[in-house]
């Protein structure tokens, strides 16, 4: 049976980054793969993570399982940090969550719950969103119809055209919105923006599903909360999918959360039991180390400190690096204005160049990005920035 399958071709990035590690150009620079990565080039432990798994290495007691929401701990402080611990919806009991594998594991589980709700229900997405987001939601059953989102030609937001296609959505179809740190564009929402966009689900029946892989790594941890606290504010359901992959640098630990939003207590209760069960027939339980590595840390105010600190840090860095970037494409002389990248947030951004160009870079300099000119910008450094920009003066003006 096996002889007859055809090989799948490995997903570009992984592909991409498996040339870049096979490169022995000595400038070489990936700004491919989505993890951040320090001045030095190294995607590293943060010094929190290393010291709760140090305690944790004296005070874990058991390896016996968990369930399949992970801890109560875990998910009680997981719901402050991203609703805010005194918002309306957790006091109200409105909300369940559970520990999930990473955020792909949320997205996906959320969609399983969602096609369970009602199979007729489609999933609107951004055009262009994450590669990874249509495998894991049309995975579990959901039709999936996107809106414009990214205009190439202004570098923003095609703000009339995305609510005019959400005009189109029929009542209980869900949204895909990212959280902060729109991935692939760091085009984000402002807040007038999110308020439009709520008044238009609200009017039409549109449930919000939030996908919030990055919260503090665009202006900070509360102020990257703002849609999801706001919408939980205004609906009665909505769903959101989080990951500490790259705010606690997390990546191979694999944690996750997802949490419901339900009309009220006992409506969380049964969503919750539905979700439960979902997750019972998929992994049965989530890997329990990062999320005890999560709940250490946020258990503790002189590790959240630490982990906040040093988050910052990270955010800052971004932000640094777009600002000399756009300096010093303008001092370069490249013809055209470079400014966008300094106005969007996270790791991602269009450079907006041709995928000719962008296979230039790869082939005469050994600079590695996806062909759609996304670029990872935390991939840069101050050793690098010189080469980087003289590398795309020549491919631009070739
Ligand atoms: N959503 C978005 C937009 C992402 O970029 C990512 C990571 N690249 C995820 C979700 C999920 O990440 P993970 O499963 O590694 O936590």
């Given at each position: 049976m096996f002889e007859q399958l055809k090989p799948v071709p490995q997903d570009p990035i992984l592909s991409l980054l498996a040339d870049y590690r096979a490169d022995t150009h000595p400038h070489k620079l990936d700004l491919g793969i989505g993890v951040y990565k320090d001045?030095?080039?190294?995607?590293?432990?943060?010094?929190?993570?290393?010291?709760?798994?140090?305690?944790?290495?004296?005070?874990?007691?058991?390896?016996?399982?968990?369930?399949?929401?992970?801890?109560?701990e875990y998910n009680q402080l997981a719901r402050a940090l991203v609703f805010g611990a005194d918002h309306a919806a957790l006091?109200?009991?409105?909300v369940v969550s559970a520990q999930t594998p990473g955020g792909c594991g949320a997205l996906r589980m959320g969609a399983e719950f969602l096609h369970g709700c009602n199979q007729k229900s489609r999933v609107w997405v951004s055009l262009p969103t994450w590669a990874n987001h249509a495998p894991?939601?049309?995975?579990?059953?959901?039709?999936?119809?996107?809106?414009?989102?990214?205009?190439?030609?202004?570098?923003?937001?095609?703000?009339?055209?995305?609510?005019?296609?959400?005009?189109?959505?029929?009542?209980?179809?869900f949204v895909l919105l990212?959280?902060?740190?729109?991935?692939?564009?760091?085009?984000?929402?402002?807040?007038?923006?999110?308020?439009?966009?709520a008044d238009l689900m609200a009017r039409k029946g549109l449930i919000p599903f939030v996908d919030m892989a990055y919260q503090g790594l665009g202006n900070g941890l509360d102020q990257d909360a703002f849609g999801v606290r706001m919408l939980a504010e205004r609906f009665p359901e909505m769903l959101v999918a989080t990951s500490c992959s790259k705010n606690v640098g997390l990546y191979r630990e694999r944690t996750g959360t997802l949490?419901?939003?339900?009309?009220?207590?006992?409506?969380?209760?049964?969503?919750?039991?539905?979700?439960?069960?979902?997750?019972?027939?998929?992994?049965?339980?989530p890997p329990a180390h990062g999320a005890a590595i999560v709940e250490t840390i946020l258990a503790d105010a002189g590790l959240t400190a630490s982990w906040e600190y040093e988050l910052a840090a990270m955010?800052?860095?971004?932000?640094?690096?777009?600002?000399?970037?756009?300096?010093?494409i303008a001092a370069s002389g490249i013809d055209g204005d470079f400014a966008f990248i300094q106005q969007q947030f996270g790791m991602f951004s269009f450079l907006g160049i041709t995928p000719l160009q962008v296979e230039q870079l790869r082939q005469d300099y050994s600079i590695y990005m996806i062909n759609s000119s996304r670029m990872n910008i935390a991939g840069l450094n101050q050793g690098s920035m010189d080469y980087f920009v003289s590398a795309l003066t020549e491919v631009l003006s070739a």
């Open positions: 001045e030095q080039g190294n995607t590293p432990i943060m010094r929190a993570v290393k010291e709760a798994e140090h305690r944790l290495l004296t005070t874990e007691k058991s390896k016996s399982y968990t369930t399949p929401a992970g801890t109560d006091r109200d009991q409105r894991l939601l049309a995975g579990a059953g959901l039709e999936i119809v996107e809106y414009p989102y990214y205009d190439y030609a202004t570098h923003g937001i095609q703000f009339e055209a995305m609510l005019e296609a959400l005009e189109q959505a029929s009542a209980g179809d990212h959280g902060c740190c729109h991935n692939p564009s760091g085009a984000d929402l402002n807040r007038e923006q999110w308020h439009a966009v949490f419901i939003v339900a009309a009220n207590r006992a409506e969380a209760q049964t969503a919750g039991s539905q979700l439960f069960s979902k997750i019972r027939s998929h992994y049965s339980m955010r800052e860095r971004i932000q640094g690096l777009r600002q000399q970037l756009v300096a010093a």
